[in-house]
């Protein structure tokens, strides 16, 4: 606490703070919240930026400040009220810029976002309102006018995971290829579909778009009353195709269990989340959307559990250097889950394709 203390003081901030404590699920950075004593200052959010990943934090932060910069100006031209709630604000450090640097680690700090929540998992209703928010969030971004970099380059880039999962197979580090040579197996007899999306770009059919790139359920804020309040967690927001939003949301949102559930019989893809989703999603994103992005949804629906799936792989081979444990097997836990979520959405394909159509 003391440590952290002297981090946060480092931050032009209003009040007096009282604790600060963990706060979210997120698997990449530490988060904190930061509560203030007065009634009438702020709370904040405190934020340890896991350096490892995001390797070039003046980047990282450019680009989140480019986004916020250009949501706060839409949703002012729109005439929207309670802004501050709407979109992450971060304060400067003593240095001028959004960061700061102990020595050893980056930290940054945001406006915590009064009566609001996020949530692990949401009904039929909320996913429609998350679907509409998401395709606000990449129509808002359409014209920004900075160029925004690639935070983790190649980040989903299908081709690019594959690689890393050969290359982690082939040093096979933590002498775990063995045992999880059936997922391998199965990850090779789809590869060359899943990587459609990188041909058709090459071939100059599929654009990129800046993309939020980490749609989560959780990383959406609610209101009170299910209002979609603001997107967050910006670290990945970057040029990429929209099947990462669209995929992404739908890979947590519609899996009926958990994302390392041990249980696979409780992980399934749930229809009426995809339907819900999808309706909004399509509602603010048709006005932009080609049709190659359209027709392609199912396909982005099983892109992102199979990428998840190899990446989670790839960590448990290495021996688990990227994303955050709690068990020895937890990356192998959420592989399986992964792939019985991917096998659940190749079953629903042709329903999806169809629900597609009815909705254009
Ligand atoms: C990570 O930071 P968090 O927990 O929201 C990861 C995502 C994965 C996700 C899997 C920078 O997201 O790409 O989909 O875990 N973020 C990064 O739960 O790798
Ligand atoms: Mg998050």
Redo the contacts with the bound molecule.
Sequence with gaps: MKDLLSIVSHFQLQGTVQEINPLG?????DTYKVSTLEADAPDYVLQRINHA??QNVEMLQANINAVTTHIRKKLEEKGEKDIERKVLHFFPADTGKTYWHDGESYWRVMAFIPNARTYETVNPEYSYYAGVAFGNFQAMLADIPDKLGET?PD?HNMEFRLKQLRDAVAADAAGRVKEVRYFLDEIERRAEEMCKAERLHREGKLPKRVCH??T?V??MMFDESGNVLCVI?L??VMPSFVFSDFG?FL??GANTGL?DDKDLANVNFNMEIFKAFTKGYLESAKSFLLPVEIENLPYAAALFPYM?CV?FLADYINGDT??KIQYPEHNLVRTKAQFKLLQSVEEHTPEMQKFIASCI
């Design positions: 699920a997120g698997l990449i950075n990943i995001f983790i980040f790139c980490d989560k959780n990383n967690d670290d990945t992404d890979r947590s994302e998840q990446r990227y994303y």
